[in-house]
């Protein structure tokens, strides 16, 4: 009967950690805890195949003050079409267009429901304290937009007794200043931090026309950011906890002109709040899970000489219970209900226009010998009408020590957005949802040794997408609207690689990665003027890296090399392709109480003149210099 | 208002010049009233205006005159400001696909002589400054062979004429960059080569287009569109191929008339009022300049063949 509960023990140990509420300081009782990690994500976010990234709040800390697209560029496979600068910056995964990409904060979609997607550049790195990407499609566990990929922003706190006060500062070239505060508090039972953020920049860069031609300077790009980052925590008891998210943020900036326009005064204001509350309890063999949000965003776009005044606004209620059962024969049963309130307004809009959306879901994961498995499925209603049903089966399975085999099969989709169906003129109310299927095989290998380890993996996925919301302009019509026309087969392979060497005080790593896409469309389109078979627009073929590292005790410094190829856009026949260096230095240090990082960034090494987007500038070589401090003081 | 007259005293004429139409001052008519379009002397001007988008394609008609405000929010403004030849109304295009232009009355089936066309403000400020969506002309080097290129046919008894009349609302495609131009006073063009009419087809196109087509704005404006009545009982005039020189003149041209019998040349300025008349006999006729002021200036040739107007600059 001991042993039964020495293994019982054990084994709710490691339902909390599968939890996600990570024991930091174990002792034979898990009751009796020094220090708790609440985090507030999904219970849905573990995933057993497929192609995934993350960053811890340190190795985030090189970016604070950026914008998480700056940090996608650098460190992902994601194709970043930015403006530049600080500008727009939607993503590409895998082929899939900006509102493919599910973003996802302490468990809750944060897109906008206007638009379906998000500003990457509006994502203070700052504000998150766990980043992940996961490649692929993943509707039956993220609803709507998750089709090429999802991101995931989670915060999360550790409860013991300590106070903390930390200062992020840096500055750099074209302007840019950011300077952010946090403060917080805690004990065993509650924790309560505080963080606030400014960041600004001039973006007046100059960039090469021509070689021939004087250099031109970007006009009209400054750009603020403030933000607040209020969080409470609490604990009452060794099975529950709860969290509260508030975050206010409001941007302005200017919108430059192109690089074929002589001047612009238009500008842009985003505001948005965001609140999520979050309630967990483990049970004898179980993990429920309850969150709430309540997201209101507001976006204000003005253009005084050419009379524009655009304000939309939308506002957002979600809930969501999920919980996890942890079931005879090693399955883990999760089951949840989702419920969704968009109320939005637009200056596009006839009128104000709400929708709801209900969805049911149920996953399961368990393991027959090698061979692990998830499956998951998802049943959505939109304003009461029945979306497809997406699902989602994955496995991996160790061929040896070292090596994994994993693969998944899914469908997904993206209901309309609010845009897509009611912005005047072209909005279309009876568009059906874009859904198609995916099939992924991944293999993974691992080997670490007494001195190195070794990384080598490789993904290959296929993808179909039927019903692809595309704006074109209609027969016997004008303008543009949007239209269930195109079909979209996507297709590549993802490498990565990566080499440690550890000598003593230093480290020597290299890394690098190969990704082929091949997004097509495979219905002629007579405007916008698409071929059959063409690539999609701004979807880059191949892109790779190669990085290099070396790290002397806390020292740490880095290069990498990027390479985008040839992109296919809307005015020119082909973007030119392009080569980007990053480098890096960066040292940190404990003093007693005293803790501290300073790192030096140098972007686009090289100083290549490059575009990403058409008509768009982009900036040449730029330095930033960040320090980090903070001082941490344990207290009874 | 419909009105007669004579050109060179040969043929009577029809001009809608849309003031009949009692636009107020300042003001348009995007078809907002669904009346489908707008009639005026021998044309009827289709318009399709969509109620729930609140949006048109086809003919609007207009008083608006700011030169200054670019952007769609100023779509209904010629760039001189008012009308052509001094008049208040004229009517503007947006022809994102090409747009028709019916002949009405005594001039169906007859010759279109011609009419006033200039670029829409909105148009003007975009292909001279750019904006978030079209590139200013010759791009960011300024060496970019850009066009906006007006393309005019003719449909008769329900047949797509070949010919065409192309108008260059910009063009930038010369190698010396100081030629470059942006049309921005009405300008007389002339229609008579494209022969009998019921109704005439205009076709926007420009170099800066994409896949998702023209990124241009398609808006043009016009005025003063003129038709031929001729009795039932007489032929269609022909349009004449004159060949004169030189275009710049300085002092004087030189029209060469290789028909038959005698001819009538009259010089009109942009305003269509007559400067100088002569009677062309067969061979080489000059014709004097010299006391002209520097401008454009149209040839306009009659004779019992046909008619022809040409263009000139005047040193």
Redesign the interface.
């Known amino acids: 009967m001991k042993h039964y509960k020495g293994i019982l023990a054990r084994a709710i140990v490691a339902l909390l950690m599968c939890s996600h509420l990570l024991v930091q300081a174990q002792t034979d009782s898990i009751f009796a805890l020094d220090s708790v990690e609440i985090k507030a994500q999904s219970l849905r976010q573990t995933k057993i195949a497929g192609h995934q990234q993350s960053w811890s709040a340190q190795q985030l800390q090189a970016f604070s003050g950026g914008g998480l697209d700056q940090l996608l560029a650098q460190q992902t496979g994601i194709f970043v079409k930015t403006y530049g600068g600080g500008s727009l910056a939607t993503t590409s995964i895998r082929g899939g267009s900006a509102g493919h990409t599910a973003v996802i904060w302490n468990g809750l979609p944060i897109q906008s429901p206007m638009l379906g997607q998000l500003d990457f550049s509006l994502l203070p790195v700052g504000f998150t304290d766990e980043l992940q990407v996961q490649y692929g499609g993943n509707s039956a566990m993220w609803g709507s937009g998750a089709i090429g990929g999802s991101i995931m922003l989670n915060n999360q706190f550790r409860l013991e007794r300590a106070s903390k006060l930390q200062y992020q500062g840096s500055i750099g070239s074209f302007g840019q200043q950011s300077h952010q505060a946090s403060a917080q508090w805690s004990n065993q039972k509650f924790g309560v931090r505080t963080r606030v953020l400014h960041h600004q920049a001039d973006n007046d860069f100059w960039y090469t ?2 070689e021939d ?1 004087p250099q ?1 300077q970007q006009t009209h790009a400054r750009l603020e950011r403030r933000g607040l980052m209020q969080e409470l925590y609490w604990k009452p008891n060794d099975r529950q906890s709860f969290s509260a998210h508030f975050w206010a943020q409001d941007n302005f900036r200017e ?1 430059p ?8 005064e ?1 500008t842009q204001a985003d505001e948005a709040l965001r609140l999520s509350l979050n309630w967990q309890r483990l049970g004898k063999n179980s993990i429920l899970k309850a969150r709430a949000g309540l997201f209101k965003e507001n976006l204000l776009y003005l ?1 005084p ?4 005044e655009s304000n939309s606004q939308f506002r957002m209620l979600i809930s969501e219970i999920e919980q996890t059962n942890y079931l005879k024969g090693g399955h883990q049963l999760t089951s949840g209900i989702h419920y969704q309130w968009t109320d939005a307004l637009s200056g596009g809009y ?1 009128d104000a226009v709400q929708q709801q959306n209900l969805a049911v879901f149920v996953q399961d994961q368990f393991a027959i010998k090698q061979w692990q498995f998830l499956a998951s499925v998802r049943q959505q209603l939109t304003d009461f009408e029945i979306l497809p049903t997406v699902w989602n089966a994955e496995f991996n399975r160790s061929l040896s020590t070292n090596l994994k085999l994993n693969g998944k099969l899914s469908r997904n989709y993206r209901v309309p957005t609010l845009n897509d169906q009611y912005w ?3 909005g279309n109310p009876d568009l059906k949802a874009e859904q198609g299927y995916s099939q992924e095989l991944g293999l993974v290998y691992h080997r670490l040794g007494e001195r190195s380890s070794l990384d080598l993996e490789v993904f290959a996925y296929n993808r179909n997408i039927q019903n692809w919301i595309m704006w074109a ?1 209609a027969e ?5 609207s949007a239209q269930n026309i195109a079909e979209v087969w996507s297709r590549g392979l993802e490498s990565r690689f990566g080499y440690t060497i550890k000598r003593s005080q230093q480290v020597y790593k290299i890394q690098g990665g190969y990704d082929y896409t091949r997004s097509t469309n495979q219905v002629a389109i007579e ?4 071929e059959a078979g063409s690539q999609l ?1 701004y979807v880059p073929i191949h892109q790779g890296f190669v990085g290099l590292y070396w790290q002397w005790e806390e020292l740490l410094l880095s290069y990498q090399h990027r390479y985008t190829s040839s992109i296919v ?4 026949p082909l973007l030119e392709g392009y080569h980007l260096g990053y480098a890096q230095l960066s040292y940190r240090w404990q003093i007693g109480q005293f803790g501290g990082f300073a790192h030096l960034n140098v972007d686009n090494v090289f100083n290549r003149s490059y575009r990403v987007i058409e ?1 768009r500038a982009m900036p040449g070589r730029a330095f930033r210099f960040g320090l980090s401090l903070d001082w941490q003081r344990p207290h009874s | 208002m419909m009105f007669l007259f004579g050109t060179a005293g040969l043929f009577a004429q029809t001009t809608a010049d849309f003031e009949d139409l009692s636009v107020p001052v300042d003001s348009f008519f995007n078809g907002s009233d669904g009346s489908g379009g707008f009639s005026s002397g021998n044309v009827f001007l289709p318009n ?1 205006y ?1 109620s ?4 048109w ?1 086809g003919w609007s008609v207009s008083t608006k005159g700011d030169t200054v ?6 779509q209904y403004s010629s760039v001189p400001g008012i009308g052509a030849e001094g008049s208040a109304t004229f009517a503007v295009a ?4 090409p747009g028709i232009l019916e002949i009405t009355n005594n001039g169906t089936g007859k010759q279109v002589e011609g009419m006033y066309i200039t670029n829409a403000t909105y148009v003007y400020r975009s292909l ?5 969506f079209a ?2 002309f010759g ?3 300024g060496d970019d062979p850009d066009f906006f290129l007006l393309t005019i046919k003719a449909y008769k008894d329900g047949n797509l004429s070949t010919d065409s009349v192309d108008f260059y609302l910009a063009d930038y495609r010369f190698a010396d960059n100081t030629q470059d131009y942006i049309v921005k006073e009405w300008t007389w063009l002339d229609l008579t080569g494209l022969g009998d009419a019921d109704s005439l087809v205009f076709d926007l196109s420009s170099s ?6 023209m ?1 241009t704005p ?1 808006y043009f404006c016009m005025d003063n569109f003129t038709t031929r009545n001729f009795a039932t009982s007489i032929e269609p005039a022909q349009a004449l191929n004159v060949r004169f020189y030189p275009n710049p003149a300085q002092t004087q041209i030189t029209v060469d008339w290789d028909q038959f019998g005698t001819a009538e040349a009259a010089i009109l300025n942009l305003q269509g009022t007559i400067v100088r008349r002569s009677r062309l006999e067969q061979g080489s006729n000059q014709i004097s300049v010299a006391d002209l002021s520097a401008g454009i200036y149209l040839l306009q040739v009659n004779s019992q063949e046909g008619s022809s107007t040409q263009r000139f600059v005047k040193q």
């Open positions: 026309v021509r031609l031109k919108i002109p192109t690089t074929v326009s002589t001047r612009s238009a253009d000489p050419n009379l524009l006839v005047s003129p072209g302009v016997g019509e004008n303008f543009w405007v916008p003027q698409i627009f856009t809307v005015n020119e008509r | 399709s969509n729930m988008f609140s949006s394609s405000t670019a952007g769609l929010s100023n947006n022809m994102f696909n001279l400054e750019g904006d978030m590139k200013k791009g960011e080097t800066d287009s994409g896949q998702f087509g990124n398609a």
